[in-house]
């Protein structure tokens, strides 16, 4: 891959989702349109498909063919020469359709030098909306990755728009591949017809987590989400959604291990700048905002779709008790640029032992109404379980 006579004897090998689903020119999904939702090819091609979206797959395999042997390769040879392995060695790419969301059709491509796997992830944007995606997304998680110590984010390591054919263009970015880590939902697909969380494994039946790896599950997502908040400018990840897989895990025996693979957003999530000054102001300022996203996530840690695909589910209340926990996790190590008299998660702690189920149900209402449009799904299903919920929180304030 050092020079253009290495590029051009690149050989590359196309598949669905696992090894033994290969598809070549003939094949007969070479020529059929991407799908247009996370259903894959199991729903029938619409006649009338969008010719902004309606990308033929053997397109599509062809685009990230050249990604590769461009932009992308050159980053794959700085990632390989940093891990001391000769990309020269690096003469076949499988490249595997992994999956379908709203904005991106990810793709695993890997390579294999003396024997061992080296994959990466190509996010591939196809409309109008998803390209805009891709090249905010990629700057967000390279930000977050410089600005951070921890990686609890995707390392990304290129992006660019490629031509596909007949007028039509696809935008890119090349990211490291999380291997072992999976999708997790909500599922009835039980022995006893509880709900739970499953792991979804592509090449195996999904996993069933049991009720402490689902509270692990929960408790990391929260803390994540906390790690990446900053307590100056109070900006943070919006815009994260479980039902479209941002979250990901892998299952160390009993332990799970959780990361965030998508970026959306990172803005302000309030507008006024939490500084130093008058001291009790500053503590109430940041108090009070802590509260508002503690209470924000643990509304969206509960909204999810069952199994993936199906109808909006909302989660069993260990997510809630799991939430705070997290939280105070992300809490535990940070500082403000002011000193206050008590470590952050302490004066929190206190402050929400004081929050009564009515405040935090008041608050929670008018989280909702803001965030959440009048009649939709979701603010339909979190108004059904407001007083639950609100209830729920207020028990694990008091267990602080």
């Known amino acids: 891959?050092?020079?253009?006579?290495?590029?051009?004897?690149?050989?590359?090998?196309?598949?669905?989702?696992?090894?033994?689903?290969?598809?070549?020119?003939?094949?007969?999904?070479?020529?059929?349109?991407?799908?247009?939702?996370?259903h894959a090819f199991t729903a029938p091609a619409s006649p009338h498909a969008d010719a902004e979206t309606s990308i033929p797959l053997g397109d599509y395999f062809q685009a990230i063919q050249a990604f590769i042997q461009e932009t992308?390769?050159?980053?794959?040879?700085?990632?390989?020469?940093?891990?001391?392995?000769?990309?020269?060695?690096?003469?076949?790419?499988?490249?595997?359709?992994?999956?379908?969301?709203?904005?991106?059709?990810?793709?695993?491509?890997?390579?294999?030098?003396?024997?061992?796997?080296?994959?990466?992830?190509?996010?591939v944007a196809v409309s109008a909306a998803g390209k805009a995606l891709v090249f905010k997304e990629?700057?967000?998680?390279?930000?977050?990755?410089?600005?951070?110590?921890?990686?609890?984010?995707?390392?990304?390591?290129?992006?660019?728009?490629?031509?596909?054919?007949?007028?039509r263009s696809l935008a890119m970015?090349?990211?490291?591949?999380?291997?072992?880590?999976?999708?997790?939902?909500?599922?009835?697909?039980?022995?006893?017809?509880?709900?739970?969380?499953?792991?979804?494994?592509p090449a195996s039946d999904p996993i069933l987590l049991d009720a402490a790896q689902?509270?692990?599950?929960?408790?990391?997502v929260a803390r994540i989400l906390t790690y990446y908040l900053n307590l100056t400018t109070f900006e943070g990840i919006g815009a994260w959604h479980h039902a479209a897989g941002d979250f990901v895990v892998r299952l160390e025996g009993r332990q799970a291990e959780v990361r965030l693979i998508t970026v959306r957003d990172y803005r302000p999530l309030f507008r006024r700048r939490l500084e130093s000054g008058d001291r009790v102001r500053a503590v109430t300022g940041l108090l009070e905002a802590l509260l508002i996203f503690l209470l924000n996530v643990s509304v969206r840690t509960r909204l999810?779709?069952?199994?993936?695909?199906?109808?909006?589910?909302?989660?069993?209340?260990?997510?809630v008790e799991a939430t705070v926990a997290g939280v105070f996790d992300g809490l535990a190590d940070k500082t403000v640029s002011w000193e206050p008299t008590l470590p952050i998660d302490a004066l929190f702690s206190r402050y929400l032992a004081a929050c009564s189920a009515e405040d935090?149900?008041?608050?929670?209402?008018?989280?909702?109404?803001?965030?959440?449009?009048?009649?939709?799904?979701?603010?339909?299903?979190?108004?059904?379980?407001?007083?639950?919920?609100?209830?729920t929180l207020a028990e694990a304030f008091g267990r602080l």
């Open 173 to 201: 970015f090349l990211g490291q591949w999380l291997t072992g880590f999976h999708e997790f939902h909500t599922t009835r697909d039980t022995p006893g017809g509880d709900q739970a969380l499953a792991l979804w494994d």
């Open 304 to 319: 999810d779709r069952l199994d993936g695909t199906g109808d909006l589910v909302w989660s069993d209340p260990l997510a």
């Open 360 to 391: 935090i149900l008041f608050l929670c209402t008018d989280l909702v109404e803001k965030n959440y449009p009048a009649g939709s799904a979701e603010r339909c299903m979190v108004e059904a379980h407001m007083k639950e919920h609100a209830a």
């Open 72 to 123: 992308g390769g050159e980053a794959i040879v700085r990632v390989l020469v940093g891990k001391g392995v000769d990309p020269a060695a690096a003469q076949v790419f499988r490249i595997f359709l992994a999956k379908h969301g709203e904005y991106y059709h990810p793709a695993r491509v890997e390579t294999e030098i003396d024997g061992v796997p080296y994959p990466w992830v190509v996010n």
């Open 1 to 38: 891959m050092r020079s253009n006579g290495a590029k051009a004897s690149l050989r590359f090998e196309c598949f669905l989702e696992t090894p033994d689903q290969p598809v070549l020119p003939e094949h007969p999904l070479w020529r059929r349109p991407l799908p247009t939702s996370r």
């Open 138 to 167: 990629y700057a967000l998680l390279e930000r977050l990755a410089r600005e951070s110590t921890a990686a609890y984010v995707l390392r990304v390591y290129a992006a660019a728009e490629v031509d596909a054919g007949r007028g």
């Open 214 to 220: 689902g509270r692990a599950v929960y408790r990391q």
